[in-house]
């Protein structure tokens, strides 16, 4: 029996998948890191496409908190002006108390308004970076489905064919790395 001086090495799936082409034939030379075999991504792409458009959509629902932000925060700058005005007037007994306490309790719903559209900012803020490892997930999803030399070599034999259904850890075929 004739085996290359490192041995003989197996080819394995790391992830569940059906294989869509198998890149190399037989006994055919490959180079480290040359891509085997491809296993169908289909499902992976779609995805991966539905998190890249909730990314966009999320851009527009921070650039709408934001808008709404600066709005509540130009009405609380003018209740503000309206209860120092309000102070001076009811000094002057020029209105009533209950005037007073009415502009005093808008600015305060205006301030509480405020905090709470800054706090939605936020959360929209980390919505984005949660869509973000979303993509770096199915991006690593779609990349396990790609089989790659482990080592310059041949590849001996295939175990599958192309539509066979493989699961990650499952032996695809033989590999014989380069040497003696």
């Known amino acids: 029996r004739i085996e290359p001086e490192k041995g003989l090495l197996y080819i394995y799936s790391t992830a569940d998948g ?16 040359s891509l085997l075999a491809n296993l169908d991504v289909k499902t992976d792409t779609a995805q991966l496409n539905q998190e890249r458009s909730k990314i966009s959509s999320q851009q527009s629902s921070i650039q709408s908190s934001e808008a709404n932000a600066k ?15 309000n102070e001076k007037l009811f000094e002057a007994k020029a209105i009533p108390e209950l005037t007073l306490k009415d502009s005093k309790a808008k600015a305060s719903k205006l301030a509480f ?28 999803v779609i990349s396990e489905k790609q089989i790659e030399a482990p080592l310059t070599g ?14 990650a850890g499952q032996k695809l075929g033989k590999f014989a790395p380069d040497g003696n």
């Open 18 to 33: 059906k294989i869509e082409t198998l890149q190399v034939d037989e006994n055919s030379p490959v180079q480290e890191g």
């Open 71 to 85: 709005e509540i925060l130009s009405d609380l700058q003018k209740a503000k002006a309206d209860v120092l005005l």
């Open 113 to 140: 308004e405020y905090e709470k559209q800054l706090a939605e900012v936020s959360l929209s803020k980390n919505k984005i970076k949660e869509l973000d490892a979303n993509l770096q997930y199915r991006n690593a």
């Open 154 to 167: 041949k590849v001996l034999q295939w175990d599958v064919h192309k539509g066979d259904y493989v699961t």
